[in-house]
T-cell receptor
């Protein structure tokens, strides 16, 4: 199985709502990532998890809260978002390697299209 | 700092014509280089990668790329473009030990019938 799945595909939420995005992979990868992609822009890294521990937080506002409950699952909890947070949220996974490029070879899910009203 | 430049924002080619998308990188050490493709509203699909060794790498869907260290380039090529190749193409370089990918701004490919 070489697939990363993300649910939901689309999400519309108000600024006072709490919602969660879910990502799952069964490739045995122990590194997982959240990216944010605005229209006509490249993906921007938000968070990196290695062995279920948060290793990188790219100065993301606290209204985004990641969680990695096990090696196959990655969640992104959303609370009190702003309209400018509307974007495509991409999840990715990769192997964890100390050398070589395998760590950077990331497999992406289809994304969740988030609209904040 | 590491960076990736894709000089062409939008390219239009005729179906059946050859294609070359340009990518230049700035990186001190031997780079890990990637090309991804993204169809509208979809995730990114890895086309090919370069870690080391042979500088001409083959990927999926008939794509290939050539790593040229002297020119800091990793250009993507395809000998004959199909209408289904219309998409956004991103070049990326791997940075650091935590798997950071630095993406170029992307090149949108349109295919004329």
């Amino acid at each position: 199985d070489t697939e990363v799945t993300q649910t939901p595909k689309h999400l519309v939420m108000g600024m006072t709502n709490k919602k969660s995005l879910k990502c799952e992979q069964h490739m045995g990868h122990r590194a997982m990532y959240w990216y944010k992609q605005k229209a006509k822009k490249p993906p921007e890294l938000m968070f990196v998890y290695s062995y279920e521990k948060l290793s990188i937080n790219e100065s993301v506002p606290s209204r985004f809260s990641p969680e990695c409950p096990n090696s196959s699952l990655l969640n992104l909890h959303l609370h009190a978002l702003q309209p400018e947070d509307s974007a495509l949220y991409l999840c990715a996974s990769s192997q964890v390697q100390l050398a070589g490029g395998g760590r950077h070879e990331q497999f992406f899910g289809p994304g969740t299209r988030l609209t904040v009203l | 700092a590491q960076s990736v430049t894709q000089p062409d924002i939008h390219i239009t080619v005729s179906e059946g014509a050859s294609l070359e998308l340009r990518c230049n990188y700035s990186y001190g050490a031997t780079p890990y280089l990637f090309w991804y493709v993204q169809s509208p509203g979809q995730g990114l699909q890895l086309l090919l990668k370069y870690f080391s060794g042979d500088t001409l790498v083959q990927g999926i869907k008939g794509f290939e790329a050539e790593f040229k260290r002297s020119q800091s380039s990793f250009n993507l090529r395809k000998p004959s473009v199909h209408w289904s190749d219309a998409a956004e193409y991103f070049c990326a370089v791997g940075r650091g030990s935590q798997g950071n990918l630095i993406f170029g701004k992307g090149t949108k490919l349109s295919v004329k019938p």
